[in-house]
C-alpha cells in the first residue's frame, strides 16, 4: 500500500469570525494549503464538519467548497462525526490514499458557531448525544463531562488544582500560537475562580465557542517528490466508538474508544505509545484531557490530572502536548479541530512551529473525539 | 422535527421506565437496546424497571440547553437502579448542596418541557431522594 503524506496545511485564527461565512473561512483555509503545495493538484475534497445545517442552513458542503475553490467536476463530500468530524474526515482521505484510488486530496475542517446564540450552540453541540434519552432530558454536553468530572475526582481524589493542570498548559502553550483563540495564561486561581457552568466544571475547564477552518493536503508517495520542504508521513489513521451514552457503560472512567484507536494506530504504524514524542489530545474539557492521556497508556488511570500537574505533558522537559493551545486555548470550533490537531502535529514535525517548536519531534499522535469518547479518531505522523 | 411524535412512540419509556429485558441471560436494559449487551442476543421484550437505585454522579447546571431556561439552575444525575440499569436524569425538590454519591433515590412522574403557555407539555421520569 502506498505511503501518505501531508504536502502542505493551511488554518483561520480561531475566535469571532462576523464578517466571514462558513464558506469564507473554509476557502480561506483550502486556499492556504493549495498555495503551499501549487504543483498537486487534488482529486478529491473531503470536509469535515458537525451542524453547518443547524448554524448556516448549508448542507452539500462537498459541492459547495469544490465550487468555491474553483474546482467544479473535483468529487466533493461531507463526513460528521460530531466534534471528531475533522479527524475522521482525514482518516476517510487516509483510506482513499492508501487504496490507491487517489494521489492526492484537500481534506477541510470547518464550523461556523458564533453565529448561533448560546443556547442554541448548546443544542447543537448535545445533537452528538441521544435525542430521546439524554436532549429530552434537557441534559447539554457540559453537563455529562461534569457528571464525569464529579465521578473522576471522587474515584481517584483528584483536587480542583489538579483539574486545572490541563487548561492551565493549554493557555500557557497558546500565548506564542498565533492562530489561537486565546493567547494568555491563566493561573491554577484564575480556573478555579471562574464561573461555574456545570459543577464542578467552570468557564477555564471547558474549550471556548468559535469560529474556524482548517486544511490539509494529502498526496501518495508517487506525488511525494513534487513537496517542498520536510516530508512528514501520516504513518496510520484508525477509530473506534465506546457505547453511546456516558451512563450506558460499566466503567464510565474508561475512555475505550480512545484506547482501541490509540492501539490500532501505533500497531499500524509499528510504533509503540513510548515512541510518541509530540502529542494532540482531545481537551475540549480538563477531565477529558485527563481520562484520554490514561486511556493513550501514558498516565497511570486516575494519575492523568496529576501528572500534568506535575509537569508530565509541559513543553518544557515532558512529553510536549497541545503545543498551540489545543482546544482549550486555541479554540475548539467543533468540526474543525482534529484538522487543527494534524495541522498542528505537522507543523512541529516538519520544524515550523515558531516559538512553540518542540527539539526533534519526530513521532506525533493526534486524538479527536467526538461525543464524550464515543467515537475516537487517533492519527500518527511521522517525519520521515 | 416534530418531538410531540417521538413523544408519544417512546411514552411507555418516559412514563413508566420500560426497557427490555434479555430472552437468553435476563439481563435488563435501559434505554433499550436492539443486541444484548451481554451474550449478544436480539430477543429482547419489554421490561418495567424498578423505580428505585443511587446516585452515581450528578452536577448543578447553570446554563441549560433553549427550552429548559425556567429549570435553571437543573441538576441531573446518572442513577443506578437496583437492577444495575444505569439511567440519566433531573434530581428534583432538593437542592445541589444536599446531594452526594451514593444517596438513594425514587423515579417520580413529573413534567419535562413546555412548549409556551399553550404549546404541548411532555412528561417523563425525574428522580427524588428517598
Redesign the interface.
Known amino acids: 500500500m502506498s505511503r501518505v503524506y501531508v504536502a502542505s496545511v493551511g488554518y483561520t485564527t480561531v475566535g469571532d469570525h462576523w464578517n466571514k461565512s462558513i464558506l469564507d473561512l473554509a476557502i480561506e483555509a483550502g486556499f492556504q494549503a493549495l498555495t503551499g503545495a501549487p504543483k498537486v493538484k487534488p482529486e478529491q475534497l473531503v470536509v469535515g464538519n458537525m451542524f453547518s445545517g443547524l448554524s448556516s442552513r448549508q448542507e452539500h458542503l462537498g459541492a459547495l467548497v469544490v465550487n468555491g475553490l474553483g474546482l467544479t467536476g473535483l468529487p466533493g463530500f461531507k463526513v460528521e462525526a460530531a466534534c471528531a468530524s475533522g479527524g475522521m474526515a482525514s482518516l476517510a482521505v487516509f483510506n482513499m490514499l492508501k487504496a490507491g484510488q487517489i494521489d492526492s486530496a484537500l481534506v477541510v475542517g470547518v464550523e461556523k458557531m458564533r453565529d448561533l446564540d448560546p443556547g442554541e450552540v448548546s443544542q447543537a453541540l448535545c445533537a452528538a448525544e441521544s435525542a430521546e434519552y439524554t436532549q429530552f432530558f434537557g441534559a447539554s454536553f457540559v453537563s455529562l463531562n461534569a457528571m464525569l468530572a464529579r465521578l473522576y475526582m471522587y474515584e481517584f481524589d483528584v483536587s480542583r488544582d489538579d483539574l486545572s493542570a490541563f487548561p492551565v498548559l493549554a493557555h500557557r502553550n497558546a500565548v506564542n500560537a498565533t492562530h489561537a483563540q486565546f493567547r494568555k495564561e491563566v493561573s491554577y486561581e484564575d480556573v478555579a475562580r471562574s464561573m461555574v457552568i456545570s459543577d464542578p466544571l467552570r468557564l477555564l475547564d471547558c474549550a471556548p465557542v468559535g469560529d474556524g477552518a482548517a486544511a490539509l493536503l494529502l498526496v501518495s508517495e508517487d506525488l511525494a517528490g513534487q513537496v517542498k520542504g520536510p516530508l512528514v508521513e501520516m504513518a496510520a489513521a484508525e477509530s473506534a466508538t465506546n457505547r453511546f451514552s456516558l451512563y450506558e457503560r460499566d466503567d464510565m472512567l474508561d475512555f475505550a474508544a480512545t484506547r482501541l484507536a490509540a492501539h490500532k494506530a501505533l500497531k499500524s504504524a509499528g510504533l509503540s505509545i513510548n515512541d510518541v514524542d509530540y502529542l494532540e489530545v482531545h481537551d475540549a474539557f480538563s477531565v477529558v484531557a485527563s481520562l484520554s492521556v490514561e486511556a493513550l497508556g501514558l498516565s497511570k488511570k486516575g494519575q492523568g490530572a496529576r501528572d500534568a500537574r506535575e509537569g508530565k505533558y509541559a513543553r518544557e522537559n515532558g512529553l510536549a502536548t497541545n503545543c498551540f493551545g489545543g482546544l482549550k486555548g486555541r479554540g475548539h470550533p467543533v468540526g474543525a479541530t482534529g484538522v487543527y490537531q494534524l495541522a498542528e502535529t505537522y507543523l512541529q514535525l516538519a520544524h515550523k512551529a515558531g516559538p512553540n517548536q518542540v527539539d526533534d519531534a519526530s513521532v506525533g499522535l493526534a486524538q479527536n473525539v467526538g461525543g464524550v469518547d464515543t467515537t475516537a479518531v487517533v492519527h500518527v505522523l511521522r517525519r520521515s | 422535527m416534530k ?1 410531540s411524535i ?2 408519544w412512540r ?1 411514552k411507555d ?2 412514563y413508566r421506565l420500560v426497557g427490555v429485558r434479555c430472552e437468553e441471560c435476563k439481563n435488563e436494559f435501559f ?1 433499550p437496546v436492539y443486541v444484548c ?1 451481554r451474550c449478544g442476543s436480539r430477543s429482547l421484550t419489554d421490561k418495567e424497571m424498578p423505580k428505585t437505585g443511587k446516585i ?14 425556567d ?1 435553571e439552575p ?1 441538576l ?3 442513577i443506578q437502579l437496583d437492577n444495575g440499569v ?5 434530581i428534583v425538590d432538593t437542592a ?1 448542596e444536599n446531594l452526594s ?1 451514593g444517596d438513594r433515590v425514587k423515579a417520580v412522574f413529573r413534567k ?2 413546555e412548549h409556551g403557555s399553550s404549546g404541548q407539555i ?1 412528561y ?1 421520569y425525574k428522580f427524588v431522594r428517598t
Open positions: 418531538l417521538s413523544y417512546l419509556r418516559y434505554p449487551r452515581l454522579t450528578y452536577t448543578e447546571l447553570k446554563e441549560t440547553l433553549a427550552g429548559f431556561e429549570q437543573m441531573l444525575g446518572i444505569r439511567i440519566l436524569g433531573q445541589a454519591i419535562i418541557q411532555f417523563g
